[in-house]
């Protein structure tokens, strides 16, 4: 049986849940990891990874690796990529693709270069109910979509390098609100938007107004003939956690999310699996509330990482691009500049809106 041999660049949340996935799948091997000096070892010794590197060059100079997968902070994405594309290896990149668009920019050009495998990993566009609605979509069940709304949010990431945007490239809306670009983008078909208005502000969470990056943003981005709206917070209280997607049409009208899945009342702050799973919530004790299961949250992990081995393995593009993520970043870039300016601006997509 054929394989992919994968070696993750970073060992912190995300590749947990990377390698969660991976493990179910036959045709996928990771054969390495990479992260700094106190991770690595740790990491490799919970999944039993045989070779374990702390710097970026070496890994993706080994032979027996294929894909470089890189789950780091977005100011580390770009060297990472282009030293693996370099190596002629294939390349997945988390979100957001880059910290902003000329960087993106960068990325998507090194791999056009060197015609290696890319893929952007957005899995929001893996649960079940992007999928059903964009099937619901073609399908004419909603006619034309006239006004698409995605809302999420909770209290805050779990590492400081999300609160310093010379690392992170901004706050919420970079780190929530590309999901949902993304998959409004990609339930509209891959259509490119025209212009963009947005707010954003540090309000309430206290390392995101230290760090002087917004903990909420609202964002309309307007397609030819769809208007979507984003919304994306870091600020909401203990209790505030919320997902949720309206799409209105010609048709009929489409809703999800909205309650939490589950409540839980627990004094026992001390539990390392509490502390995992409500990393996002702010507080150690008393009522947390989840807008998703685990098992949920997971299924479209499993589901993105099949289509990608199978995509790799196959030699097909997968459903998500560096391209889609430049374009993500772009749109990004001019949310940030119509918060500035407090007017729409026009989002450009210089050569890359065909
Ligand atoms: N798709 C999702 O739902 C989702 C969820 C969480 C995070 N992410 C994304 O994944 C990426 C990583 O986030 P995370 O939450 O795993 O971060 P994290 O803080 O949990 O882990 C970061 C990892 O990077 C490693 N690292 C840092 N500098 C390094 C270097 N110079 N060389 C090698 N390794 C280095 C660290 O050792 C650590 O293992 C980010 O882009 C984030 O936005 C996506």
Request: with cysteine; charged share 25%.
């Amino acid at each position: 049986m054929k394989k992919v041999r994968i070696g993750l660049v970073g060992g912190g949340t995300i590749h947990n849940l990377h390698l969660l996935a991976y493990n179910g799948i036959p045709t996928a091997e990771v054969a390495a990891v990479c992260a700094l000096p106190a991770d690595v070892k740790p990491f490799a010794e919970r999944w039993r990874i045989p070779k374990t590197f702390t710097e970026i060059e070496k890994i993706c100079r080994d032979p027996d690796i294929d894909v470089i997968d890189i789950g780091l902070p977005p100011f580390l994405h770009s060297k990472a990529a282009v030293l693996a594309v370099e190596e002629d290896k294939g390349v997945l990149c988390e979100k957001p693709l880059a910290r902003n668009g000329e960087e993106a920019e960068g990325m998507v050009e090194a791999v056009r270069k060197h015609g290696v495998f890319n893929a952007y990993l957005e899995n929001y566009s893996f649960f079940p109910w992007a999928e059903e609605v964009k099937r619901f979509l073609e399908n004419g069940v909603l006619g034309k979509p006239v006004w698409m709304r995605f809302y999420g949010g909770g209290s805050g990431p779990y590492s400081p390098w999300f609160f310093k945007p010379e690392l992170s490239g901004g706050g919420c809306l970079i780190d929530l609100g590309c999901h949902f670009i993304e998959v409004h983008r990609w339930i509209l078909g891959k259509k490119n938007p025209t212009e963009a208005f947005g707010w954003a502000d540090s309000l309430v969470n206290k390392q995101a107004i230290e760090g002087g990056v917004e903990d909420y943003c609202l964002a309309l981005i307007r397609y030819p003939e769809t208007m979507t709206q984003c919304e994306s917070s870091w600020g909401l209280v203990s209790g505030g956690e919320g997902f949720s997607l309206q799409i209105s049409g010609t048709e009929g009208t489409f809703s999800t999310g909205d309650s939490p899945r589950i409540k839980v009342f627990s004094n026992a702050s001390d539990s390392p699996y509490l502390k995992q799973v409500s990393a996002r919530m702010g507080t150690e004790k008393g009522w947390f509330l989840f807008p998703f299961t685990m098992e949920e949250f997971l299924q479209p992990m499993v589901k993105q990482m099949q289509h990608i081995v199978e995509s790799y393995l196959g030699d097909e593009e997968p459903r998500h691009t560096f391209r889609d993520g430049m374009i993500v970043n772009k749109i990004i870039d001019t949310i940030y500049r119509s918060a500035k300016s407090g007017r729409w601006e026009k989002i450009d997509l210089g050569g890359t809106s065909t």
